[in-house]
């Protein structure tokens, strides 16, 4: 194990905290059908604009379905700190690649 990355969120008592496998694996069959539904969606689209928009959704979609994945198959891990104030920060390695790969996408 390395000096301050562990598996799940630590609480105050000690104790960890992770998401349950299976609602990662279901949030990973939503996205994956939300993947599917968007690429048809772009390929029979007439317009250029929402065609677009239907790849900028398939693409968020794959993201958020890889995260799950990783989630589900246990290779979440998490970085704890310590905040301003001696509290115990996490941050999940895997979600924290969400927001960047697809904010730009979303605005």
Do not use: C
Not at 36 to 60: C, E
Request: negative net charge; hydrophobic residues 45%.
């Amino acid at each position: 194990m390395i000096p301050g990355i562990s598996v799940g969120v630590p609480n105050a008592d000690g104790s960890v905290e992770s998401v349950d496998e299976s609602h990662a694996r279901m949030a990973f069959v939503v996205f994956t059908a939300a993947l599917f539904f968007n690429v048809n969606a772009a390929a029979f689209s007439i317009h250029d604009s929402k065609r677009k928009l239907n790849l900028q959704v398939a693409y968020i979609s794959t993201i958020a379905a890889y995260t799950h994945y990783e989630m589900a198959e246990g290779r979440d891990w998490y970085v704890n700190t310590f905040g301003p104030s001696g509290e115990v920060v996490s941050f999940r390695r895997v979600l924290s690649h969400t927001g960047p790969h697809t904010t730009p996408f979303a605005l």
